[in-house]
Structures are given as C-alpha cells and as structure tokens.
C-alpha cells in the first residue's frame, strides 16, 4: 500500500510540467539518453518473456516451471517499464520511484524462487522459497522507506542499512545454507547455480550503489544505471539458467550425483 500511496506525488507532479520530447535532440542529453533507456528496458524485457514462455516446452518437463517463472519476470518488467517510460516522459524527467519499486517487488522474490526450483529439493525447497521470498520483501519495503526519505536523515540511514542487512541474508542463504545443494547438482546446472548467485551478490550491490549515488544528485546517471542492471539482472539471469537446463539436457544427466 506505501508503495501505491508514492504514486500520488509523481502524478501531482506531472500535470504541471511540459512533457520529454521524443526528438533526442531537443531534451537535456541524459534526460533523452534515460528515457531512450527506458523504451529500449521496455522492449528487452518483453523480447525477454517472449522467447522463455516460448522456450517452456524445450526443456525436460520438471524444469518447465522454472522457464515459466523466467518469462513471468520480463512480463511484469516489461508492464512496469512501460509504465516507467510513460511517467517519465509525460512528467518532463520526474523519476517513478514509486513504479520501479513496485516492479522489484514483484520481480526479485521470483528471481530468487527460481533457485528451489531449479535444485528441485521437495519439501526442503518449501523452507528456501519462503525464507527467500520474505527477505527479498523485506529488503525491498525497507529499501522503498528509505529511499522515501529526506537524503541523509536519520531514517533514510537507518532503513538502508536494515535493507542492506536484509540483501546480505539473502545471499548468505544462497551460498551457505543452498551451497550444498548446488554443488551436488548435475554439472552443467551447477555451474549455472553459481552464475546465477553471482548476478545476486554483484548484479545486486549495483543498487545500494546506485542508492547512494542520490547524496551526490546524479539522479539521471542512476536512473541509467538502473534500466541496464534491470535488464542484466532479469533477462541474463533467465538466460543462464535456460543455458544451465539445456546443457543439462544435452550431458544426458537427470538425476542428482550420489
């Protein structure tokens, strides 16, 4: 509910200001360089759900859930991209904060589910997905309350460390607590499976970064770092494991090593 009430201010703000111009040369470079961003953002992840919803029936069928889960990731983007381009440009630059949070409130919980399902753990998995889920909700949420907040106060301090704190748990689950279970995949997935802990632990760090970079008022810059890590973190991260599955396929192994 926060998350839509953050909304109001950015549609406030857009009726009294002049719209972007589609023409690049007649915006403030970044400001055209973002929103072209935001277009192209938009087009790579619909491109993204496309080719994994139609990938769906070329993998083995116990990892047809997990490309399902990969398409439904650049869908979401792709709406709220959509929506982001729009913001922006009809606002004259103003950021939808509010919009991209909700997008990553939807997207990151499923990014991280695709690891149970890709580990395929039966009841153990159950634990993993809700204990991922829950993190990544609750890093966002806070992240969002910080980011809400005047720039070095107090607050925005203290919820962006408990976000920072919260992501930090997030990876200790993937390589602590699921780091067994990777390594005894099949070789091919494995080696995705770490890929993929990779984009979490360093795609990730992009956006504490990318946060910090508002003390400095590189707002443009960061949205433009934002829409390339969003489209790195979504589609990449989909690709590796598709890449992972169909390796697996090809090595003939389908089952666990003893």
Known sequence: MCLLLGMFPLVAQAADVAALSLDFAKNPPLQSITLYLF????????AGALYFFLLRNDVEPPYRSAMVVAGLI???ACFHYLKMTHAYQESGGQFPTALRYVDWLFTTPLLLVKFPLLLRLGDRGARFFWQLV???????VTAFIAETSPVDSQKWWTFFIVSCVFEALIVGVLYLQLGQSIAAAP????RALECMRLFVLFGWAI?????LMARSGYGELREIVYNVADVIN???FGLVAYHGIQALGHAGESRWRE
Do not use: N, R, S
Not at 187 to 190: G, I, T, W, Y
């Open 39 to 46: 277009f192209a953002g938009t087009v790579a992840m619909g």
């Open 74 to 76: 650049c869908a979401i």
């Open 134 to 140: 829950i993190l990544d909700v609750a890093m966002i």
């Open 187 to 190: 070789e091919p997935l494995a």
């Open 207 to 211: 956006y504490p970064i990318g946060f």
């Open 234 to 236: 979504k589609v990449g």
